[in-house]
């Protein structure tokens, strides 16, 4: 579909090969298919450097290190679109994005089905003390007494936020013979059911469940969702997992929780700061870490930065993009 050329963003647009900067490494299969069209410079810019350049390119690709922030949008006169290779997009001002008419387009899918398998293998690795295991057997021990573990099966796995990763976790532990049950207020009932999964309050996911898993957008509403009252609530045989964005749970909240042995363990793939850097939490032992991996595969990175670049094309050629976070710069809306 052709935008409207009366609309704001339409009329920015030139017809020949644009500029495109790409500041974080995306897959080379979305490189090759930009450079079709476009001039790609690829340069790890940030800071200083990134603000003195951005007036030279229509188009910014970027993940999660880069941070676009007003000021990178005010320098960018000549931007058209931002593309985020991936799912959140916490890093960009979409606010200031929009004012200046500028398109923000995304991924969602990109990385779903990754950061699912992540979850499930954080989620079997707690149950089983998977990461301890293989550290005391490097040490030389054979622990086996103290490794019991528990079984999934028959379990409840509490989800905090289902949308698309939530529900891929979900298909994934019915396999493993799970109830699921979810918080998550946006969500219509007709999809949970879909997704076979129980609607419930925040409460009754804190209190049943034996593994929890977070998937929700961090929000103003989500931000410190999970904290010393929301652990309490928990059981102490319960396991917490986010992969979803760090600050979800509240870290000082999670430590205490730990340290007391309130409940069971966590796994986090995600932080307040990256990397989390002189954590408290890195001293304990009932809590698994990844940094911040849940996309980190060879099908993700690939499906992510080809669907970005695809969208990134199709708005520099007037066309609607399918993914696209502020859509009031479609219709010539501020
Ligand atoms: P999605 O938009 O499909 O799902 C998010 C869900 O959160 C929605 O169903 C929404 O209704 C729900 N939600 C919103 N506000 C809520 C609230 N106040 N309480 C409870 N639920 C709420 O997004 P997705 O693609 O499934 O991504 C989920 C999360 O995973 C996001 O935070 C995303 O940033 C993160 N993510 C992490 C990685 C990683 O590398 N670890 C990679 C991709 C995505």
Redesign the pocket.
Known sequence: MLLNTSNHLAQKIGGDRLKVLVTDKIAEEALDLLKEKHDVIFSEFSGEELLKEIHKYHALIVR?RTKVTKEVIEEGGNLKVIGRA???V?NIDIGSATEKGIAVVYS?????F??AE?AIGHMISLARHLTYADRSMKEGKWEKKKLKGTELYRKTLG??????????VAKRAHCFGMKTI??????PKDIAEKMGIELTS?DTVLKNSDFIT??????D??KG?IDEKALDKMKGTAFIIN???GG?IDEKALYKALKEKKIAGAAL??FEQEPPIKSPLLSLENIVFTP?????TKE?QIRSGVITAEQVMKVLDRQAPDFIVNKEVLEGKK
């Open positions: 999660s991936g799912v959140g916490d969602p899918r990109g990385s779903t990754s950061v992540l989800f905090i936020g289902s949308g698309r990763i939530g529900g891929e979810a918080y998550d207020p946006y969500l925040l977070i998937h929700a957008l961090l929000t509403e989500t969702m992969c979803a964005r979800i793939d995600v911040h991996i849940g996309a980190s993700a």
